[in-house]
């Protein structure tokens, strides 16, 4: 079938053509070849919708398109292209949110004036096409490579600023934080490979459905001695350990923070769609290997649910707005993770969509609020955007709305369902994912009070500051995306109302669960529902389920809400959470997280070095010298023996002549 | 004759440069070094052999004729090629050419006796890579130590006089150890072998046609002689704690020797490990895995946390290559195809990529004048073009996907943890594979110190770019790194090849 | 008769004798005078068991020995003669301007 | 007593040329004296340099011809023996005197320019070429009386030549020294030929080997061998009567030492392989008299503190002279590697080859030494820095001796020094070759050290070099290419010496 599917790695290859033709002429193009880029992910996204459109029509799509290195006697490594409806999705994502930060980054960079753009716009271009690269990923050694190249773009562009101290090191902080996480996927790369042999998503000969036959004693894997749930569980947690890096999830979010160095468009690609969100598609791709090992499932909702708690916690006290965002964003993923862990796949998805088109929303609206108020970042430099930037302020009103979770917003919809899902399972019996749960609700009630902490003293109240009093404007290329987004984020909740077709019983709404379904055997909703080891249960019925459930994150996210809107919708606020004190300051310094990490890195691991290197100076290459050293001493006391007197020569010739005669009779026994 | 052609041509090309006058000497050297480049070139297109050299493979390039007979034992001009060696010949051939250019800014005294030097090393290491006698093969590697002597010890830097004499009676002990421990073998063989010929060797010794020696019963000598042997090839490698003289030798030496040293110097050694101990006696590597890997994990994070602990940024690279040069052993004892296929690749991308690094050290050290972390910073201010190069190989050496670092490890790492050798090897494997976060620790911090930050350098030395002839060559490594980063099989598929023979039969 | 070993011994003797004059004597001359009851030493054996062999081969390689010693003599008192002038004495211990 | 006489005339015509070499270093000596009669004035330098470098390579060439043509070899009826057996000329003796002729030319072309301000250059020449006389008689020596009266030919001549600088205090002490140890060797070597004719009642070597079996003076014996032992060790400068070497070749003039340390040295293991494989067999010597472990205690004692002495020196040439008492330590190896029944043809046939290529690269490096000396530059290492700047040529053939004397490849030395250990391994001593091997890579240490001097050193004080001496700049360069295609063409005389070493057991 030569269909459109067949051009999917031009989705890829266009934003990398961009990249070569940027860093290559990218100086001699006007606007720096931030026209190379918008045309090459516009195309994307055009093949994207066109991808979307086919797989709508029930088509997939996996081929192998290049081998990578052939194995004589071995398997074969291979780079392939595997569209399903949940790839497809990503696609789509990915592109639009692409897109729109290249048209946006027209006004954000180039009307700011910004230098190095050809670098600027590369590193984009490269960015998007590595995180393309991931989605369609058929196989887990590909999905590792553009996984690493997603991170290498994220360390060039945190650090563009590179003549800046702040920049580099946040860049460095990302790297090898998501270093640290992705050496464990590497390993479980490694031993996917070594355990089954090959390293696919999907087919019959893919990993996990190996895993699942060998589970059911159909097929027979490497485990290296362990159970083969036990070994699938370890094996399924090294791979986590990426995502948890990628993701930001507690204990490696900390790159995250630092990473609002980078510019904001930057910002928003990594938080909505690219980097970030890989952590958490990777889990959703390979999800039928997660599905069948409870423990695994467990630690992922436990790790999601404290996240969201954790990150919301300290999004909570924050002065930039942007670093309000990057908690959020943290806290978000939480979520995330808690419906992956908790058995709600079609959940994650829906809401690791909706994130992205809220999170960039607001990182574009945060962005134009940073333009208009000339690069300063503090919200108490702030108050009072409201009427001298409208768009601004009503799409990041949308936004706001959606992040905090009230209806109808997008945010809504998909949060609910991600509680949702963790609730009924853990009802089924699992406490661990109540408590799961119950961190996740009680985040959303903190997210609802950051969120509109940061909006009103973003755009309410009286200017706090002479740039505030008349900001920068902004252009169209700056309001667009805006609006695109604002649009989106407002009425995306409408491709899964779950709720309502419960409550209601409206049949077939709920079109994500459907769109899931579809695609390749052992890839869909159904298949992973059939897998995940939680059994359902209810308070009541299903609908007083939903309801209550429902009802309760709504009301906790109004209630957040309000407070902040007590507290903070006043002509001159002020700053209520120093009555937190000592929780303040906690909070403020992220649970001294940053603190430990950086210990880790200087007060252990370089010390350690210095003995190592006092060791390897002082020990192994001192008996080296020492060997040479007493050799040539012993050669010092030999020459001595030539004392330069004749006569002692004589004597000494004739002792040992006679030591010679003497041995040699009495072993010769002469003297008999 | 191709080989005869390419080391006469060689050896003709540094008697000419030798006598040549200093002003011509480079540009004519580099000119030169042209041909062997070519020469090696075609043999990779014509290349027509399969399976191992060693055991019973064709061998491509062909030729022996018996020298002389000593003690009953011919010894050949034996000369030929394999999917192991012939990489390695191209390899020392392109990094020859590219090393010479990257001499022009550095070297200014002495040009015609250093660049006839440079290329009678490359004659000699064609010679190491394509000898497949004992001792045809012996001669080129002891006759490479000589130049390199010379090369550390009269273009060093200060200290250069400790350093190459280190260097030199060093390694020269550790080929008599190596030397020692093989000979043994020949005697234990006895009548079974009628020359010093590798493969008679290998197939003789792989067949169990070992017998006692100095009162030694055979599988006592063949352990001994096997720990000779890897004992005097880890000192070339280095493996820890056997590299001490790596460091000194590096930092003394000016970057083109460095470029050498590291690039195809270190994989004589490991060349030499995987022709002679694993092709030869796998069954006591087998034995031995548990040591030997060992040792393999302790240069890749001893090496790492080393190179963690420097200052001077050629130091970094030096041990860092102690690190790369582990998972190489690594890769060895696996005895799979992707292990020992993926250690010979490591060689190579190893050599493209630690060359890549020291001349990105020697370029930016042209214009400042120093190496030292502390000194600088935000260079990439002044010298944009080699800055990017240099993150870029950095990159490569953290082992970034689709550069040839990567491929090489994830080879080794693959088919070390599905080794089968011994049970443990998965966890040696993963214990290993932490080296990545070490070396991207280490180069982070010191590409953050240099290179970005705010631009701040205290030298009367004024930055500013890099000539074309300093960079070009630092372009040509990285662009062979990407290319062998995304299609390994231009080599990958004949060192598989190579290689398959060696992990069946003989004791395994 | 005399039994051979008595000259095996008196031969012994006078060896030892002048290995003693090396040994003790510092003056160039009494060391070559020394060396001369070595070499006559040898001779005495030499004659002796040519005797008792009853062939004349000791005896020819005695004279030659004679012959040998007187050249080294010659040889000798020449050296010992630049010695006496550049180290204007003929102490053997004098000269040790090499050593070690 | 007429026989002598007799017998000579009764010799085959042919017998004769057997001895030419040896005639024609003879006559060349006259020669040198004779002319030196004639033109008592202005002897030319270049006529007697010419002359005698002449004479001893016709007296080469001579030898390379015969050995070629198989004189004496078992392929034309065996060894040639004259006078009564007590002398003979067979492969081995023939070998020998290559090595002792072609470094008697060398020397000779060397001290063309090392003489040129000297006076009595004929006596200098003509004692050259007596003491190679002797050296060449040594080779073919089959009776005690022959051994000990040729060993003096060579050891008389060499005295005077050490002392040959007569206003030169060093060269005075060292004649002195070699002089007062040598006859203190002869007279200790004489004693023990006397004890060993004492117990056997001859002097030919093999009749004193037929007689040894029904000999009850074992313990008589035995100390005879002993102190043959020393006197062999005297010649070839190996402990304990190595003392008089290093201020010897200290002391002498460059050319004489590389005449000492190469010629004299191989003379000295041409009696040695001889006398004891001939005369004392090791199937026919008493048990008691074990001179095989004997020359293993020294082999190992001479090159260890051979080399650990040479290790610490600021003096090159004492470097040279200590490291050739290590290589005579190596050599040794050919007798201390030999059993009854084993490979002995290839143990002392390696030892054999190895003295050959030492011969070339340690007449080469002495030369070299020489030269420096003619430029005036001192002794030290220090002064040796940065004569590659002014000197590449030579400094490059010193580099070339160096690495090869440490048995360094691609050079002779490292494929000599080989085939010297793989032999002593043949014969079941590989101990004796770790301790060689171990010697050998301790010697890298101190050779690469003048090296460095040359190459990586930057010249003290900028010296200029006035001349470019024609002689020296021969006779070290043919060196240093000799040298180095003895690694190639290394097979030739490994085999012919192997051959020829077979021939005595």
């Known amino acids: 079938m030569a269909g459109i599917l067949d051009f999917a790695p031009a989705i890829v290859l266009l934003p990398f053509v961009s990249f070569l033709v940027a860093l290559s002429v990218g100086d001699r193009l006007?606007?720096?070849?931030?026209?190379?880029?918008?045309?090459?992910?516009?195309?994307?996204?055009?093949?994207?919708?066109?991808?979307?459109?086919?797989?709508?029509?029930?088509?997939?799509?996996?081929?192998?398109?290049?081998?990578?290195?052939?194995?004589?006697?071995?398997?074969?490594?291979?780079?392939?292209?595997?569209?399903?409806?949940?790839?497809?999705?990503?696609?789509?994502?990915?592109?639009?949110?692409?897109?729109?930060?290249?048209?946006?980054?027209?006004?954000?960079?180039?009307?700011?004036?910004?230098?190095?753009?050809?670098?600027?716009?590369?590193?984009?271009?490269?960015?998007?096409?590595?995180?393309?690269?991931?989605?369609?990923?058929?196989?887990?050694?590909?999905?590792?490579?553009f996984f690493e190249l997603v991170g290498l773009c994220s360390y060039l562009l945190i650090g563009f600023h590179f003549r800046e101290p702040g920049p580099p090191s946040a860049a460095k902080k990302a790297f090898l934080v998501t270093r640290f996480g992705d050496y464990f996927f590497l390993v479980g790369v490694v031993a996917v490979f070594a355990t089954f042999g090959t390293a696919a998503f999907a087919g019959s000969e893919s990993f996990p459905a190996l895993a699942e036959a060998a589970l059911n004693g159909e097929a027979s894997v490497t485990t290296f001695g362990f159970e083969p749930q036990t070994w699938f569980t370890i094996v399924g947690l090294l791979v986590l350990g990426g995502v948890i890096g990628k993701s930001a999830q507690f204990p490696l979010h900390t790159w995250l923070p630092d990473a609002m160095e980078g510019p904001t468009p930057v910002s928003a690609l990594i938080h909505a769609a690219t980097m970030v969100a890989a952590g958490v598609y990777l889990v959703a791709r390979m999800y039928g290997f997660y599905a069948i090992s409870p423990t695994a499932l467990a630690i992922i909702a436990f790790i999601g649910g404290f996240t969201a708690l954790f990150a919301a916690t300290m999004g909570l006290v924050k002065r930039e707005i942007k670093q309000v965002l990057a908690y959020s964003t943290i806290s978000q993923y939480g979520y995330m993770m808690l419906a992956l862990g908790g058995g709600g796949y079609v959940a994650a998805t829906f809401h690791l969509m909706t994130h992205a088109f809220f999170k960039a929303l607001l990182f574009l609206g945060a962005g134009s609020v940073i333009i208009a108020m000339h690069h300063n970042e503090n919200?108490?430099?702030?108050?009072?955007?409201?009427?001298?930037?409208?768009?601004?302020?009503?799409?990041?009103?949308?936004?706001?709305?959606?992040?905090?979770?009230?209806?109808?917003?997008?945010?809504?919809?998909?949060?609910?369902?991600?509680?949702?899902?963790?609730?009924?399972?853990?009802l089924g019996?699992?406490?661990?994912?109540?408590?799961?749960?119950?961190?996740?609700?009680?985040?959303?009630?903190?997210?609802?009070?950051?969120?509109?902490?940061?909006?009103?003293?973003?755009?309410?109240?009286?200017?706090?500051?002479?740039?505030?009093?008349?900001?920068?404007?902004?252009?169209?290329?700056?309001?667009?995306?805006?609006?695109?987004?604002?649009?989106?984020?407002?009425?995306?909740?409408?491709?899964?109302?779950?709720?309502?077709?419960?409550?209601?019983?409206?049949?077939?709404?709920?079109?994500?669960?459907?769109?899931l379904d579809g695609g390749f055997e052992g890839l869909t909703a159904h298949h992973y529902a059939d897998l995940i080891p939680y059994s359902s249960s209810y308070i009541g019925s299903e609908a007083t389920t939903v309801a209550v459930g429902a009802a309760v994150s709504l009301g906790l996210a109004l209630a957040g809400s309000g407070l902040a809107y007590l507290l903070y919708n006043v002509p001159e606020p002020i700053r209520h959470t120093d009555r937190l004190g000592r929780i303040k300051a906690v909070l403020y310094n992220n649970y001294y997280q940053d603190e430990y990490q950086v210990w880790l890195a200087n007060g252990v691991a370089r010390p350690l070095a210095r003995v190592a290197n006092k060791f390897d100076g002082g020990v192994v290459d001192g008996v080296v010298n020492g060997v040479s050293g007493v050799s040539l001493f012993a050669g010092g006391r030999v020459r001595r023996i030539q004392t330069g007197v004749v006569s002692n020569y004589a004597a000494l010739l004739t002792l040992g002549l006679t030591a010679l005669l003497l041995a040699f009779g009495i072993l010769g026994g002469w003297f008999v | 004759?191709?080989?005869?052609?390419?080391?006469?041509?060689?050896?003709?090309?540094?008697?000419?440069?030798?006598?040549?006058?200093?002003?011509?000497?480079?540009?004519?050297?580099?000119?030169?070094?042209?041909?062997?480049?070519?020469?090696?070139?075609?043999?990779?297109?014509?290349?027509?052999?399969?399976?191992?050299?060693?055991?019973?493979?064709?061998?491509?390039?062909?030729?022996?004729?018996?020298?002389?007979?000593?003690?009953?034992?011919?010894?050949?001009?034996?000369?030929?090629?394999d999917g192991i060696s012939l990489p390695l010949i191209v390899l020392t051939t392109i990094l020859t050419t590219l090393a010479i250019v990257s001499a022009w800014t550095p070297i200014v005294e002495r040009q015609s006796q250093f660049y006839g030097l440079m290329l009678f090393m490359e004659a000699n290491l064609l010679g190491v890579f394509a000898a497949l006698d004992f001792f045809a093969w012996f001669i080129f590697w002891e006759a490479v130590l000589v130049p390199m002597y010379f090369l550390i010890g009269v273009w060093g830097g200060p200290n250069r006089r400790y350093a190459a004499i280190k260097f030199f009676v060093y390694t020269n002990i550790a080929s008599l150890v190596m030397f020692i421990g093989f000979i043994a073998l020949v005697f234990g063989l006895g009548d079974s072998v009628s020359s010093m010929r590798l493969p008679e060797i290998a197939q003789a010794l792989r067949a169990g046609e070992l017998g006692a020696f100095a009162g030694l019963d055979a599988a006592t000598l063949k352990t001994v002689a096997f720990v000779a042997m890897f004992l005097g090839f880890a000192v070339k490698v280095p493996v820890a704690p056997l590299h001490t003289w790596l460091p000194d030798a590096h930092v003394e030496a000016p970057t083109p020797v460095s470029v050498m040293l590291a690039g195809v110097l270190l994989k004589m050694g490991t060349y030499a490990l995987l022709r002679f101990n694993f092709t030869m006696m796998p069954d006591v590597a087998t034995a031995l895995v548990v040591p030997i890997a060992a040792i393999a994990v302790i240069s890749v994070i001893y090496g790492a946390m080393l190179a963690l602990a420097q200052e001077d940024l050629k130091r970094i690279v030096a041990y860092s290559s102690v690190s790369s040069m582990g998972y190489v052993i690594l890769g060895l004892i696996a005895y799979t195809t992707y292990g020992v296929g993926g250690a010979t690749f490591q060689m190579i991308a190893h050599g493209l990529i630690s060359g890549l690094m020291f001349m990105a050290v020697g370029v930016i050290y042209n214009t400042t004048h120093t190496r030292m972390v502390g000194d600088m910073s935000g260079i990439a201010d002044r010298m944009p073009v080699t800055a990017g190069i240099f993150v870029a190989g950095a990159f490569g050496y953290m082992g970034l996907p689709l550069m040839a670092g990567f491929a090489g490890e994830f080879f080794i790492f693959k088919g070390s943890f599905e080794s089968t050798v011994h049970a443990g090897m998965p966890l040696f494997t993963a214990t290993a594979m932490f080296g990545i976060v070490i070396v991207a620790g280490y180069l982070l911090f010191a590409m953050q110190r240099t290179l970005f930050g705010p631009f701040s350098f205290d030298g009367e030395y004024e930055i500013t770019n890099a000539p074309f002839h300093d960079v070009a060559p630092l372009a040509v490594l990285l662009l062979l790194t990407i290319v062998l980063g995304v299609a390994p099989d231009l080599f990958f598929g004949m060192i598989q090849d190579a290689v398959n023979p060696i992990l069946t039969g003989g004791g395994l | 008769m005399v039994p051979p070993e008595y000259y095996l011994l008196l031969s012994a003797a006078v060896f030892c004798i002048g290995l003693f004059g090396i040994l003790t004597r510092r003056n160039a001359l009494l060391f070559l005078m020394s060396v001369e009851l070595m070499l006559n030493a040898a001779n005495i054996n030499l004659v002796a068991f040519s005797y008792v062999w009853g062939n004349v081969t000791g005896q020819t390689l005695g004279l030659f020995t004679m012959a040998l010693a007187a050249a080294e003599v010659a040889i000798g008192i020449g050296i010992i003669l630049v010695l006496y002038r550049n180290f204007d004495g003929v102490d053997v211990t004098d000269a040790t301007t090499m050593r070690w | 007593m007429m026989f002598d006489a007799v017998v000579l005339q009764s010799e085959p015509a042919a017998a004769w040329t057997a001895m030419l070499p040896a005639i024609l270093l003879g006559l060349t000596g006259l020669a040198l004296l004779g002319i030196d009669t004639l033109y008592p004035e202005e002897t030319s330098n270049t006529l007697l340099a010419g002359v005698s470098a002449a004479g001893s390579l016709l007296a080469f060439g001579v030898a390379a011809w015969f050995l070629v043509a198989g004189t004496g070899q078992e392929h034309t009826g065996g060894a040639i023996s004259l006078f009564r057996d007590t002398m003979v000329v067979d492969g081995m003796s023939l070998f020998f005197t290559l090595i002792v002729t072609i470094v008697t030319a060398m020397v000779a072309v060397a001290s063309y320019d090392y003489l040129s301000d000297h006076a009595h250059r004929a006596e200098f020449y003509s004692l050259v070429l007596f003491a190679a006389t002797g050296m060449t008689l040594m080779s073919m020596a089959n009776s005690l009386a022959t051994v000990f009266i040729s060993l003096e030919l060579a050891s008389l001549p060499s005295y005077a030549l050490v002392a040959f600088l007569k206003k030169n205090r060093g060269s005075v002490e060292a004649g002195l020294k070699y002089f007062l140890v040598g006859s203190v060797s002869s007279g200790v070597m004489i004693f023990g030929i006397s004890l060993v004719y004492a117990v056997t009642g001859s002097l030919v070597l093999g009749d004193v080997a037929a007689a040894l079996g029904d000999t009850e003076m074992a313990g008589v014996l035995g100390v005879?061998?002993?102190?043959?032992?020393?006197?062999?060790?005297?010649?070839t400068a190996s402990v304990p009567f190595h003392f008089w070497a290093p201020e010897a070749y200290e002391g002498a003039p460059a050319p004489i030492s590389a005449f000492l340390s190469s010629a004299s040295k191989a003379a000295g293991f041409a009696i040695a392989f001889r006398v004891f494989v001939e005369a004392f067999p090791l199937g026919a010597i008493p048990a008691g008299v074990d001179w095989v472990l004997a020359f293993q205690v020294l082999a190992v004692v001479t090159m260890t503190l051979g080399n650990f002495a040479a290790a610490t020196q600021e003096n090159v040439k004492r470097m040279l002279a200590y490291s050739s008492i290590g290589h005579a330590g190596y050599a040794l190896i050919g007798l201390a590697a030999l059993t009854a029944g084993g490979p002995n043809g290839d143990v002392l046939g390696a030892s054999m080859?190895?003295?050959?290529?030492?011969?070339?690269?340690?007449?080469?490096?002495?030369?070299?030494?020489?030269?420096?000396?003619?430029?005036?530059?001192?002794?030290?290492?220090?002064?040796?820095?940065?004569?590659?700047?002014?000197?590449?040529?030579?400094?490059?053939?010193?580099?070339?001796?160096?690495?090869?004397?440490?048995?360094?490849?691609?050079?002779?030395?490292?494929?000599?020094?080989?085939?010297?250990?793989?032999?002593?391994?043949?014969?079941?001593?590989?101990?004796?070759?770790?301790?060689?091997?171990?010697?050998?890579?301790?010697?890298?240490?101190y050779y690469s050290r003048v090296v460095k001097a040359m190459w990586i050193e930057s010249p003290a004080q900028d010296f200029e070099i006035q001349s470019r001496p024609v002689g020296l700049y021969a006779a070290v360069l043919f060196a240093g290419l000799a040298t180095l295609l003895l690694l190639p063409g290394f097979g030739p005389v490994i085999e012919t010496a192997q051959s020829v070493a077979a021939a005595l057991f």
């Open chain 1, 30 to 145: 006007p606007k720096g070849g931030a026209f190379a880029g918008i045309a090459a992910t516009a195309g994307s996204l055009v093949l994207a919708i066109a991808t979307v459109l086919t797989v709508a029509g029930g088509q997939t799509y996996d081929a192998t398109i290049y081998t990578w290195a052939e194995g004589i006697d071995a398997v074969d490594l291979t780079f392939g292209v595997l569209i399903d409806p949940l790839s497809a999705m990503m696609l789509l994502i990915v592109t639009l949110i692409a897109f729109l930060v290249h048209v946006f980054s027209l006004g954000y960079m180039n009307d700011e004036g910004e230098t190095g753009l050809p670098r600027y716009y590369a590193g984009l271009g490269l960015f998007t096409a590595s995180m393309l690269g991931f989605v369609v990923a058929d196989n887990l050694l590909m999905a590792f490579m």
């Open chain 4, 353 to 445: 080859a190895h003295l050959l290529v030492y011969g070339f690269m340690n007449t080469g490096a002495f030369l070299f030494i020489a030269m420096v000396e003619h430029w005036g530059v001192g002794r030290t290492f220090e002064d040796y820095n940065g004569l590659a700047t002014t000197a590449p040529i030579a400094a490059v053939a010193m580099t070339v001796f160096m690495f090869s004397l440490a048995g360094l490849p691609p050079f002779g030395g490292f494929l000599s020094k080989y085939a010297l250990f793989y032999s002593a391994i043949e014969a079941g001593f590989w101990w004796l070759a770790a301790v060689g091997a171990i010697n050998s890579a301790l010697s890298l240490f």
């Open chain 2, 1 to 81: 004759m191709i080989i005869e052609a390419l080391i006469a041509v060689t050896f003709l090309a540094a008697l000419v440069v030798f006598v040549a006058p200093d002003e011509y000497a480079g540009r004519l050297a580099a000119a030169l070094s042209a041909l062997p480049v070519l020469g090696s070139l075609w043999m990779w297109a014509q290349y027509d052999a399969s399976g191992n050299a060693l055991l019973g493979g064709s061998i491509a390039f062909e030729t022996d004729v018996v020298w002389l007979t000593l003690g009953g034992l011919d010894l050949h001009w034996f000369v030929g090629v």
């Open chain 1, 379 to 426: 919200m108490w430099d702030m108050g009072g955007l409201k009427d001298k930037m409208p768009v601004t302020y009503y799409t990041f009103l949308a936004g706001s709305l959606a992040l905090a979770g009230i209806f109808p917003f997008a945010g809504f919809w998909s949060k609910d369902e991600v509680l949702y899902e963790t609730l009924i399972h853990g």
């Open chain 4, 224 to 235: 005879g061998v002993l102190m043959i032992v020393g006197g062999v060790a005297y010649k």
């Open chain 1, 429 to 515: 019996g699992s406490p661990l994912l109540l408590g799961a749960y119950a961190m996740g609700l009680l985040a959303v009630f903190f997210t609802g009070f950051y969120t509109f902490r940061m909006f009103f003293l973003t755009f309410h109240g009286n200017p706090r500051s002479q740039t505030a009093e008349d900001p920068h404007g902004v252009r169209w290329n700056v309001k667009g995306p805006l609006v695109v987004l604002g649009v989106l984020a407002t009425v995306a909740g409408v491709v899964n109302m779950v709720p309502i077709e419960k409550l209601l019983g409206i049949g077939g709404i709920d079109f994500l669960h459907q769109w």
